[in-house]
């Protein structure tokens, strides 16, 4: 995780592209937050002074009542950008809506690290108009539920007619989304299963996504991302 969110701040320092503030806590996942005596904070990043969220939770993570509904506001209302990578789609899960911000769940990942065969459906995505049509790639392949392409772009997919069969592969139609998009309200989300090793986060095809994906989070890139059915 550290090396991940080093990754992206360098990115944004030698392009100019934006600044990061890298943070562990949640405290800052607010518009009005508080310090750990619960006394107002002064200075740094909250929610009233940041344009996008990079996010690489996992599991649950403490935000109360407010804090959820600032950072739901901040996307949907306030038309702020969130990107999310690998471990995000395991974050909350005892929280329905941000599951319904981020289009997805996680539902495992079969065959734990493995080498496969990547299809990309949306060559025209800023993020993704970087890889061929079809490429080999390693990774932990996180398999998602609780999704729909009615709300959601679908940009990568896992082509799961070349992966050893696994009892623990719950679709039966093929549909395996490894990075899609989609709006929340007025935000823009953006969500890739790729990051599971620190050495990926090397790999100048998958920085290159998470630059892309974090300039159009921003607005500083346009794409269609209406949502389209399996192809």
Known sequence: MSHALAVI?????????????????????????VMTDGKQASGGPSLANVDAIFFLGHREIQLDVQQKADLLSFVKDDGKGFVAAHT?????????????????????????????????EDPTFPATKHFPPVFNFTDEFYQAQAYS??????????????????PELHRSDGDFPLAWAKMYGNG?????????????????????MYFEALKWSLGMSDADISPRPLK
């Open 9 to 33: 701040e360098r990115l944004g320092y030698e392009s100019g592209a934006y600044d990061t503030y890298i943070r562990t806590d949640s405290n800052v996942i607010s518009k009005h937050p």
């Open 88 to 120: 995000a789609s395991t974050a909350f899960e005892s929280w329905s809506e941000f599951g319904e911000m981020l289009g997805a769940r996680y539902d495992g990942h079969p065959w734990n690290t493995a080498y496969g065969s990547v299809i990309n």
């Open 149 to 166: 392409r009615d709300k959601i772009r679908v940009l990568l997919r896992l082509d799961v007619s070349k992966m050893p069969a696994n």
């Open 188 to 208: 823009r989300v953006f969500y890739s299963a790729f990051g599971h090793a620190s050495a990926t986060w090397d790999n100048p095809d998958v920085y290159r």
